[in-house]
């Protein structure tokens, strides 16, 4: 297996960089949220996927975290 698993491009590591950097994004901002707002991981999920000016490769991110971890 050495396609993104959303998008199906040649991957880095667990995505292609597209969703990768993405995905490290999504991690990295989690810190702050979670600090500033005490929300838990699913809940900053929700949050960021309702923030319109989301961009197109965090929201397939977020779409594929939620399926693999049934949120
Ligand atoms: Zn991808």
């Not at 050495?2 to 950097?21: A, E, L, M, N, V």
């Not at 929201?59 to 939620?66: A, K, P, S, Y």
Request: hydrophobic content about 30%; proline content about 1%.
């Amino acid at each position: 297996m050495s396609i993104c698993p959303i998008c199906g491009r040649d991957k880095q590591d667990k995505f292609c960089s597209y969703h990768q950097t993405a995905y490290d994004n999504v991690k990295e901002m989690y810190g702050q949220w979670k600090t500033a707002a005490g929300l838990s991981w699913e809940e900053y999920l929700h949050k960021i996927s309702d923030i319109e000016s989301t961009g197109r490769w965090i929201r397939e991110v977020i779409e594929f975290i939620m399926q693999q971890d049934g949120l």
